[in-house]
């Protein structure tokens, strides 16, 4: 019989052993296939059950080793708090999520920030106060060093703290420091109102493509701080108010493409900073309101082919600012209610015939007799 097209299943018709045995294995593959199925659940269960249970244990074995190391940073031993700091180093490299990594790195960074007192020198009469301040010199050197040579590791590699926050707020800086072909590309590091008094802190090489570098307030006074061959490509570093007053702070052959570099109101007041065959292709660079009065700043060979770089309301009131053999070819270059002499060679660099569009002069620099 037919209804609507469907014909009636015949109920008459007999199931041969055949098929009746087919439907047997079929139905034995279903009930096995379930049971395969609920056994990789409760497998997946439980693998996450003894995950969680291994993720619990670790936790509380590192909560155990970090007060045994902080216990040691504590003490009033540099020898026992030497060990602290390698402990900690350890415990960061070894610690079972990335919050705890930070934990670690934290605690590091809060002791390069405690007051330390000064070296009363080798007189005879200070011998013990002389000798404790070289311990603890060593103490501050390795946090230093640790932290340069973690940075130096790739992003996503054991023992890497490169995308971790790096507070190093009002530290004084007076021994090496090396985050040579680091990436700044993620995370925050700070070196806002440090004071960079001895040593060398390199970035040689270094690539910041984004995340935040600061070195606001920051005071320049005896390091030798090196930017060679560093690659700003992203991301914003800033020497906001900054103070250039000894030492060397070298952007030799650095490379701005893009993101934002600021030295607005920095002073250049001493020492030397070069950018000498610097290539601003992009990005923002800016000297806006910075005031230069004493010391070298260089800008030799630097090649000026995009992007903006801005000197707005700079003031050119002493020192030594030079931009011998410079190209300017592109980027747009900013002296805009500049005050003081011009700086040396810029004219010649510029040109007779100032670049529309590329380079901005104050009126008077551009007179017979400015």
Not at 101 to 126: E, K, M, N, S, W
Request: with cysteine.
């Amino acid at each position: 019989m037919y209804l609507l097209d469907f014909q009636e299943i015949d109920t008459t018709q007999k199931l041969d052993a055949k098929t009746l045995f087919d439907l047997v294995k079929l139905s034995f593959g279903v009930v096995a296939g379930a049971g395969a199925l609920v056994a990789l659940v409760v497998a997946y269960r439980r693998q996450r059950v003894d995950e969680a249970g291994a993720h619990r244990e670790a936790t509380r074995l590192h909560t155990e080793r970090f007060s045994q190391a902080v216990g040691q940073l504590g003490s009033d031993s540099p020898a026992v708090q030497l060990g602290g700091v390698h402990a900690l180093a350890g415990l960061a490299d070894d610690a079972p999520d990335y919050s705890l990594r930070q934990t670690c790195i934290d605690v590091l960074c809060a002791y390069l920030q405690l007051p330390f007192t000064p070296d009363p020198g080798d007189d005879p009469a200070h011998q013990e106060g002389h000798r404790r301040y070289l311990a603890l010199r060593k103490v501050r050197h390795t946090i230093l060093r640790l932290i340069g040579d973690h940075y130096r590791r790739p992003q996503g590699t054991r023992r890497s703290w490169q995308g971790c926050d790096l507070d190093l707020t009002g530290v004084t800086i007076d021994g090496p420091i090396d985050f040579s072909g680091a990436t700044f590309s993620s995370g925050t590091v700070t070196f806002k109102g440090a004071v960079f008094s001895d040593g060398s802190v390199a970035f040689r090489g270094a690539t910041f493509s984004s995340g935040t570098v600061n070195f606001s307030d920051a005071w320049f006074s005896g390091s030798t701080v090196s930017f060679l061959n560093a690659r700003f490509s992203g991301g914003g570093v800033s020497f906001y108010s900054a103070t250039f007053s000894s030492g060397t702070v070298a952007f030799r052959g650095a490379t701005f493409s893009s993101g934002t570099v600021n030295f607005g109101d920095a002073t250049f007041a001493g020492g030397t900073v070069t950018f000498y065959s610097a290539t601003f292709a992009g990005g923002t660079v800016t000297f806006g309101d910075a005031t230069f009065s004493r010391g070298t700043v260089h800008f030799g060979d630097a090649t000026f082919s995009s992007g903006t770089v801005n000197f707005y309301r700079a003031t050119f009131a002493g020192g030594t600012v030079t931009f011998s053999d410079a190209t300017f070819s592109g980027s747009s270059v900013s002296f805009s209610n500049a005050t003081g002499a011009p700086p040396d060679d810029l004219l010649a660099a510029v040109g007779t015939s100032v670049p529309a569009g590329i380079v901005d002069l104050p009126g008077i620099w551009l007179s017979p007799n400015p």
